[in-house]
């Protein structure tokens, strides 16, 4: 496997369970922010995954939004 890959492979959030995990809130409320596509995400097959860099710079943006409001 290659540094990309590998990279890659660890920026990957797979599933609903793994992306709340990594925000730090409930399946229901992560699946929320996916079904109203307030993060970023993908599917691969059924399973909806993101990357954790995606999220990062999401969250980022609405910081800087709020900060400019």
Known sequence: MT???MNAAVD???G???IASFLGIKERSA???????RIPHF????T?????????DAM???RDQAEVA
């Open 43 to 46: 599917k691969i097959g059924k």
């Open 31 to 37: 699946q929320h922010l996916v079904e109203t596509k």
């Open 60 to 62: 980022d943006k609405l």
């Open 16 to 18: 609903v369970k793994s």
């Open 48 to 56: 909806v995954c993101s990357r954790r860099s995606d999220i990062i």
């Open 3 to 5: 540094d990309t890959t």
């Open 12 to 14: 990957l959030l797979y």
